[in-house]
């Protein structure tokens, strides 16, 4: 019934830059606060961003400034913009709709 895809991630060096996706086939998505979270091996899964109904976003300390988190409710689409990547960004990154909703994730990978 719900479906999370995300999309986009990769291998880049360190200052690079990568939007990762993800498609949400949930109805009323305009209306869903929606995260991004990541696990890094040996670590345990963080909150990256969250965007809430409305475009309202809070990111994690240590993103911030480097990480946009958007929304596109007409393509019923979450994004991450990451900036000035660091190898520490090295991690499975995972679309989250609220409770137990999850996306199968997107590796990004960051190399020094």
């Known amino acids: 019934q719900v479906q999370l895809v995300e999309s986009g991630g990769g291998l880049v060096q360190a200052g690079g830059s990568l939007r990762i996706s993800c498609a949400a086939s949930i109805e009323d998505f305009r209306f869903t606060a929606m995260r991004w979270y990541r696990q890094a091996p040996g670590k345990q899964r963080e909150l990256v961003a969250i965007?809430?109904?409305?475009?309202?976003?809070d990111y994690a300390d240590s993103v911030k400034g480097r990480f946009t988190i958007s929304r596109d409710d007409v393509k019923n689409t979450m994004y991450l913009q990451m900036n000035s990547l660091k190898p520490e960004d090295t991690a499975a990154y995972f679309c989250?709709?609220?409770?137990?909703?999850w996306g199968q994730g997107t590796q990004v990978t960051v190399s020094s």
């Open positions: 989250n709709a609220g409770l137990n909703r």
């Open positions: 965007i809430k109904p409305g475009g309202i976003a």
